[in-house]
């Protein structure tokens, strides 16, 4: 980044953390934000990952860590104390009766879980770190999903407990991971139909790559390039380049964004290609990262799943690997528009979240997502939240 972006970049995060501290419900052992629910229309007191409580606790925890705020540490820990407290018995408990968001990361205990475990990472607190462990151990017993995805499913489950393996070297976690990936390989890989990143292959795919990267396998790379060729397979044009539809039923392609579509989809070829240099893989991200830049904000908002800030992502993956400047002017670009929604209200500065008028501080389709984003510019060893 120049001087400039760097700069923009440091003053926007600044800007969402200090609304979220400005919009907390706190008390002495417990914090709470609205968030929207999305499907009511409504702004509500939830606690999952998604678009809830957890998902505010995940970005404070690691906006703690890199820029060393004990404030915000702290409201991490009360905001995830409060997301599994005794207010959301009920809604953890329907989670768990059946649904098809049981193990996953979005809705699922796996996400107050992967949430437990940044703020473990930034704290080194024995304490919070048993919390994740409680979280996990419900998926040493539990049944693969229904679903393989990232976000909702089994590849997301198992990429939180390769994580906890890395900071515990529990064997129990990896050897559940291990059994979900060959799960995916030999039941979903081949018929699953949703192709981006939030639900789809391009996300199952990372599975691969991890799995890889933690064990030294190279066996895992059939879990890559199997996906990779189903991609290859489904690569539509668009824009003078390539894309991809939300689903292979869909009858056209709908959008370009990072959970379906081909900014996600990139982003896989992009990290696809750093594993195996086929020089295939790395002509698809190109032609993704064309397509993502040609849509812009066709969306009008800076989120993470339907945004600037998941489209920014492939932007700052191609101008790593492939080393031309022209992905860092266009990342340069696309931090400017972001911080355009940044609004002076009737009840001060808050931060657009997934549509014109809906201010909501939430991790996927809102600000906390779009803070964290900023995070991994500052500090490029930072993990996107769902890897």
Same mark, same amino acid.
């Given at each position: 980044?120049? @001087? /400039?972006?760097?700069?923009?970049?440091?003053?926007?995060?600044?800007?969402?953390?200090?609304?979220?501290?400005?919009?907390?419900?706190?008390? *002495?052992?417990?914090?709470?934000?609205?968030?929207?629910?999305?499907r009511?229309?409504?702004?509500?007191?939830?606690?999952?990952?998604?678009t809830? +409580?957890?998902? =505010?606790?995940? %970005?404070?925890?690691?906006?703690?860590? +890199?820029?060393? $705020?004990?404030?915000?540490?702290?409201?991490?820990g009360?905001?995830?104390?409060?997301?599994?407290?005794?207010?959301n018995?009920?809604?953890?408990?329907?989670? &768990?009766?059946?649904?098809?968001?049981?193990?996953?990361?979005?809705?699922?205990?796996?996400?107050?879980?992967?949430?437990?475990?940044?703020?473990?990472?930034?704290? *080194?607190?024995?304490?919070?770190?048993?919390?994740?462990? *409680?979280?996990?151990d419900?998926?040493?017993?539990?049944?693969?999903?229904?679903?393989?995805?990232?976000?909702?499913?089994?590849?997301?489950c198992?990429?939180?407990?390769?994580?906890?393996?890395?900071?515990?070297?529990?064997?129990?976690?990896?050897?559940?991971?291990?059994?979900?990936?060959h799960? =995916?390989?030999?039941?979903? #890989?081949?018929k699953?139909d949703?192709?981006?990143m939030?639900?789809?292959?391009?996300?199952?795919?990372?599975?691969?790559?991890?799995?890889?990267?933690?064990?030294?396998?190279?066996?895992?790379?059939?879990? +890559?390039?199997?996906?990779?060729?189903?991609?290859?397979?489904?690569?539509?044009? *668009?824009?003078?380049?390539?894309?991809?539809?939300?689903t292979?039923?869909?009858? @056209?392609?709908? !959008?370009?964004?990072?959970?379906h579509g081909?900014?996600? +989809?990139?982003? %896989? %070829?992009?990290?696809?290609?750093?594993?195996?240099?086929?020089?295939?893989?790395?002509?698809?991200? =190109?032609?993704?990262?064309?397509t993502?830049?040609?849509?812009?904000? &066709?969306?009008?908002?800076?989120?993470?799943c339907?945004?600037?800030?998941?489209?920014a992502?492939? %932007?700052?993956?191609?101008?790593?690997?492939t080393?031309e400047s022209?992905?860092?002017?266009?990342?340069?670009e696309?931090? $400017?528009?972001? /911080?355009?929604?940044?609004?002076?209200t @009737?009840?001060?500065?808050?931060?657009?979240a997934?549509?014109?008028g809906?201010?909501?501080?939430e991790l996927?389709c809102g600000?906390?997502?779009?803070?964290?984003? #900023?995070? !991994?510019?500052? &500090?490029?060893? #930072?993990?996107?939240?769902?890897?």
């Amino acid at each position: 980044m120049n @001087e /400039a972006t760097e700069q923009t970049v440091r003053v926007a995060a600044q800007s969402i953390y200090d609304t979220i501290v400005d919009a907390v419900d706190e008390d *002495d052992t417990h914090a709470r934000w609205q968030t929207a629910d999305y499907r009511s229309g409504e702004m509500k007191y939830q606690p999952q990952l998604h678009t809830g +409580v957890a998902g =505010i606790g995940l %970005f404070l925890a690691d906006y703690g860590r +890199v820029l060393k $705020d004990a404030r915000a540490l702290e409201l991490a820990g009360k905001g995830l104390v409060w997301a599994q407290g005794a207010d959301n018995d009920e809604f953890w408990t329907k989670i &768990d009766d059946g649904s098809a968001w049981r193990v996953s990361l979005a809705y699922g205990v796996a996400g107050a879980g992967l949430a437990w475990l940044r703020l473990a990472q930034a704290t *080194d607190d024995p304490q919070i770190l048993q919390r994740v462990v *409680d979280c996990a151990d419900y998926l040493l017993t539990a049944d693969p999903a229904a679903k393989p995805g990232l976000m909702i499913g089994t590849a997301g489950c198992a990429i939180f407990l390769l994580r906890l393996f890395e900071q515990t070297g529990e064997a129990a976690y990896l050897q559940r991971a291990q059994e979900w990936g060959h799960h =995916i390989l030999d039941d979903h #890989l081949d018929k699953h139909d949703y192709l981006g990143m939030g639900q789809g292959l391009a996300g199952i795919g990372h599975l691969g790559f991890i799995l890889k990267d933690v064990t030294g396998d190279e066996n895992w790379d059939e879990l +890559v390039h199997r996906t990779a060729t189903r991609l290859i397979e489904h690569a539509e044009p *668009d824009r003078g380049h390539l894309n991809w539809r939300k689903t292979l039923s869909d009858s @056209e392609i709908s !959008r370009c964004h990072w959970c379906h579509g081909g900014a996600g +989809v990139g982003q %896989f %070829f992009a990290r696809a290609y750093e594993h195996s240099s086929k020089e295939q893989y790395l002509e698809m991200a =190109i032609a993704a990262g064309e397509t993502t830049y040609a849509y812009g904000d &066709d969306r009008q908002n800076p989120s993470q799943c339907h945004g600037l800030a998941g489209k920014a992502e492939l %932007f700052v993956d191609l101008a790593r690997v492939t080393g031309e400047s022209v992905w860092d002017v266009r990342l340069a670009e696309f931090v $400017d528009l972001i /911080a355009t929604y940044r609004h002076d209200t @009737e009840t001060g500065v808050q931060w657009q979240a997934d549509e014109p008028g809906l201010y909501s501080p939430e991790l996927v389709c809102g600000s906390s997502g779009v803070g964290h984003f #900023l995070l !991994r510019l500052i &500090d490029p060893q #930072l993990r996107m939240p769902f890897l």
